[in-house]
């Protein structure tokens, strides 16, 4: 004959006390957590961060010589103007790299600079040495520039690649990448003044996140 285990009402009542505490703690943390994140998606809502605005302050190319058949020798000497236009949203740059660009080709390395944090409302100024040595192009390279030449007008495409995070009160976003791309419009030619070629002062650059 077998055993019959039968438990006692106490037994019951504890286990279902636990139970029911359990049930409580659990819906309390995720009550508190969803209020959290509640807050911080109204917050961000409310302060709504807008995309960080630069412009091409001063471009100067002091060599752009292509060697032998498609080697190209390039320096060029680029001040950019960063602007934060949130009020209540600061913002972290990190791992910012720039280079430049003429008909789809890059024609200098890529040159690092420094992260920085930029408070609201805030203006900086980016300078950055651009060159190559013996950098790979196009066998056209020298056609179309020569053709830009004749034309008596040079275009150039200064861009940037980083990440960026937003800043609200102590909170601090993750990281999201962001692209500038700057199209500079120089005079090229004879007809051009002697020194370095200089690009256009004040040229808007679009920036995608």
Not at 33 to 54: G, R
Not at 80 to 88: E, H, W
Not at 98 to 126: C, E, M, R, W
Request: hydrophobic residues 40%; contains cysteine; positive net charge.
């Amino acid at each position: 004959m077998s055993q019959i285990h039968a438990k006692s009402p106490q037994h019951c009542a504890k286990k279902k006390l636990i139970s029911n505490l359990h049930k409580k703690l659990f819906y309390s943390f995720t009550t508190f957590f969803s209020s959290i994140l509640l807050l911080i998606l109204l917050v961000w809502f409310i302060l709504h961060p807008t995309k960080p605005h630069f412009s091409l302050k001063e471009a100067d190319i002091y060599r752009l010589v292509v060697s032998g058949t498609h080697l190209l020798n390039s320096s060029i000497q680029l001040t950019l103007l960063s602007t934060n236009p949130n009020q209540k949203v600061g913002i972290y740059y990190d791992d910012i790299q720039v280079y430049a660009a003429y008909k789809g080709q890059q024609i200098t390395l890529h040159s690092p600079l420094p992260p920085f944090y930029q408070d609201h409302k805030d203006t900086n100024l980016l300078s950055a040495v651009l060159v190559a040595n013996a950098l790979p192009v196009s066998p056209s390279f020298n056609y179309e520039l020569g053709r830009d030449q004749m034309a008596g007008r040079l275009v150039l495409n200064l861009k940037a690649n980083g990440l960026l995070r937003w800043k609200v009160g102590t909170w601090v976003s993750g990281r999201y990448r962001f692209n500038v791309n700057c199209v500079a419009v120089s005079v090229f030619g004879p007809s051009a003044p002697a020194g370095p070629l200089t690009f256009k002062q004040g040229t808007q650059c679009s920036t995608t996140i």
